[in-house]
């Protein structure tokens, strides 16, 4: 088993009475990318802010590239990039003067600090806007320019933290093709999101609800392992469909799209076609079939989100 | 040498940030003057020209006179004239007037027999000379303006007969060192500076760290290696150099419109100016690690602010304070610094004349950098 930059056991943190993270274990490899997918509230930003050492855990043990947290919080400093979630750097200096302030923090000056900043700039197609306020620019060029302060002192672990909120579909797919040539380089990397078709890029990830973990792997893992059928029905009337469909148990969701309905299926019902041609509500013109599962099916089936 | 360079990144940071805000530069500048000419002018305890009445029983040639000496001393100035006391009274409850001359019928006897007079003899008895020549009635809710009538009690009135002053020999001789002229702006000028720079030091330090939490920008800044005292040490180098030009705005322009000198040696001035602008600026962060939010921190910087206008010497002694103000006065940075700075600009004594001052600011200054560097936890908890 390769190297691990995170392991943390049994990690917890209350806020009064409102337990944001119970008992989260977790395992993050070296050089690879690992993804927190889970709605709003669920704690993805307190796991992170536990795992970079801003808060300490109510209970539980956490090692962060070999530092024990929160006690080594400060030396761990050097050696990771956070780019948080609301924006961070500042407003009123220009794209070049953040950098350049991240720059000397991190004790890089001179002919080092200038290549390195124009290097940023470039890979992250930052150039025409290197004197523009910050506090001017558009969402996905300030999630640009905090991924580049993130990664200019080039850390070893980077916490990404809904990195991609604000960006549009062209764009987010230019992030992570970004993600990926920090990953080749060796950067491990952990990034919270929402959206499935960015936690299916993960090489790992875990889901989160209510601040606890319901399941973890790759997503073929996941999806392989998910404890039900999906079935797609196509037919007419399927608002009244779902409403019966949704009554018995074995039905873990139903889901309409378009004119289909998506059926997840309960494994303990061993043929979902039979199961669905012996209910009466569906018309014997309705054409079924089962499908290969989805992310999105995988989060409905862990968080028990579907039953509305 | 990484902490200097990381205590270089914020100061220059703070100083982009400053340059851009243009209202904070604006004020920089034009606090120290609006405030130099308001104090300047509008503070005066040498009260002149005082509204006042007359009720003149007499109306003789020597009641006319009487006026006309009085006025002369610019002290007071005759406005309203009142046919009896009853009115006059009504008139100074009314505010017309501060003050009413009451002058007897018999003003020209008491006036002969009067000691200052010294007309006549044998010589006036007792019970003839203890006759004042006639009665003020002021509107004493003002003690300031009450001392000045008051201060008129013992005016000369010899040259009212035209006779040589019988000058009775004093018995104290004052000498006024460094302001003989007894001017207000003499005293008020130096003082100015602490109270300005009470102002502004604080104002702007207090909200330096909340600022950064308003805006989100904390949680960026305490992920990456700064430490807190190289934080707080960037945050305040860039307002020394502004507090600094704030003195010279004060100073220089005292010397030009007031004629305030600066008597001390320029190092003395520098030296001691620092000392309170480092001790104000570290107040002004510590505010920042308690305040939550900025509107807090300006409460708080108030809340300094007040009594150091009021305890700190600038308008009334301290050593006209009762003894638990005293106490309170003795907390205040400003009052140490009004001390120092009069004593530097008027009386070009050295800092280590005052020690226990100059001492207490740089004590002052070590633990609030202190307590600002612990007090910020570089965590969210
Ligand atoms: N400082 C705090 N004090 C009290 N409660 C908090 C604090 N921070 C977070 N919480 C609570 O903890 C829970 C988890 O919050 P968190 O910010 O981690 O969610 P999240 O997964 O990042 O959500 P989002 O996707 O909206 O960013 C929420 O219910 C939130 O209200
Ligand atoms: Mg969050």
């Known amino acids: 088993m390769s190297e691990l930059v995170i392991e943390a056991s049994k990690l917890s943190r ?64 050097l050696h990771i990039g956070y780019m948080t979630q609301r924006f961070s750097l500042y407003d009123d200096l220009t794209v070049k003067e953040n950098l350049q302030f991240v720059a000397r923090i991190y004790g890089l000056v001179g002919r080092q600090q200038n290549s390195r900043i124009d290097e940023l700039l470039n890979t992250n197609g930052l150039i025409p806007q290197k004197d523009q306020m910050t506090g001017s620019m558009s969402g996905g060029q300030r999630q640009r320019l905090g991924l580049s302060a993130a990664t200019l002192h080039k850390p070893e672990l980077l916490f990404l933290d809904e990195p991609t909120s604000a960006v549009d579909p062209e764009n987010r797919r230019e992030f992570w093709e970004q993600l990926f040539d920090l990953s080749d380089q060796g950067t491990s990397i952990l990034v919270s999101t929402h959206y499935m078709d960015e936690a299916e890029r993960c090489h790992k990830l875990a889901i989160l609800e209510e601040g606890i973990k319901r399941a973890d792997g790759s997503p073929e893992e996941l999806m392989q392992d998910m404890g039900a059928h ?26 309409q799209l378009g004119a289909r309905l998506r059926v997840l299926i309960n494994n303990s ?40 | 040498m990484n902490a200097l360079l990381r205590i270089y990144a914020i100061f220059s940071k703070e100083l982009t940030q400053l340059k851009r805000d243009r209202m904070t530069f604006g004020m920089v500048v034009m606090i120290p003057l609006i405030q130099l000419m308001l104090f300047g002018y509008a503070i005066n305890t040498n009260v002149r020209h005082i509204p006042v009445g007359v009720v003149d029983q007499s109306k003789t040639g020597l009641s006319r006179v009487l006026i006309q000496t009085i006025s002369a001393t610019q002290v007071v100035k005759f406005t309203e004239h009142y046919i009896n006391v009853q009115q006059a ?67 000369p009135l010899a040259e009212l007969l035209s006779k040589p002053v019988n000058r009775t020999t004093p018995t104290f001789e004052v ?56 934080l707080m040490l960037g945050k305040i180098i860039p307002y020394m150099f502004i507090g600094a030009l704030q003195v010279v705005i004060i100073l220089g322009l005292g010397n030009l419109v007031f004629n305030v000198p600066v008597n001390g040696g320029l190092w003395q001035l520098a030296g001691s100016t620092s000392l309170f602008i480092t ?103």
């Open chain 1, 14 to 77: 209350n806020f009064g009475d409102l337990k944001a993270i119970q008992e989260l274990d977790l395992e993050v490899e070296k050089g690879r990318i690992y993804g927190f997918l889970g709605p709003n509230g669920c704690g993805k930003t307190t796991a992170i802010r536990l795992l970079t050492g801003l808060l300490k855990p109510s209970a539980g043990e956490v090692q962060v590239l070999g530092f024990n947290l929160p006690r080594d919080a400060e030396k761990l400093r």
């Open chain 1, 230 to 255: 999906v079935v797609e029905i196509g037919s007419t009337n399927l608002r009244q469909l779902k409403q019966e469909l949704l009554k018995l148990s074995d039905v873990i969701s139903a889901a």
């Open chain 1, 269 to 308: 019902i061993a043929d979902p076609l039979a199961f669905l041609t012996q209910q009466k509500s569906i018309s014997a013109e309705a054409n079924i079939s089962v499908v290969r599962p989805s992310l999105e099916d995988v989060f409905v089936t862990c968080t028990g989100e579907g039953r509305q």
């Open chain 2, 89 to 155: 009274e009504t008139a100074i409850a009314s505010a017309e007037v501060r003050a009413v001359l009451v002058i007897p019928k018999d003003v020209s006897q008491r006036l002969v027999r009067h000691q200052s007079v010294g007309l006549g003899s044998p010589p006036s008895s007792d019970e003839e000379t203890s006759r004042p020549v006639a009665q003020w009635v002021v509107d004493g809710s003002d003690t300031t303006i009450a001392a000045a009538i008051k201060s008129l009690r013992n005016m």
């Open chain 2, 175 to 230: 000498t006024l060192l460094y302001n003989p002229e007894q001017r207000t702006a003499v005293n008020i000028v130096p003082g100015l500076v602490a109270i300005i720079l009470t102002m502004t030091m604080i104002m702007f330090t207090s909200a330096a760290i909340v600022r950064e939490r308003e805006r989100g920008n904390l949680e960026m800044l305490i992920t990456t290696p700064v430490r807190s005292i190289e």
């Open chain 2, 279 to 381: 001790a104000s600026l570290t107040l002004g962060l510590v505010i920042s690690t308690i305040a939550k939010n900025q509107l807090q921190s300006t409460q708080m910087t108030i809340f300094v602010l007040l009594p150091s206008i009021l305890l700190s010497g600038f308008v009334f002694p301290y050593e006209g304070m009762p003894e638990a103000a005293q106490y309170i006065a003795e907390t205040l940075p400003a009052t140490h610094f009004v001390r120092l700075i009069r004593g530097v600009v008027l009386r070009d004594v050295e800092m280590i004349d005052m020690a226990f001052d100059v001492y207490w600011l740089a004590i002052f200054t070590l633990a609030g950098l202190a307590v600002a560097s612990l007090r910020f936890k570089k965590n969210l908890d």
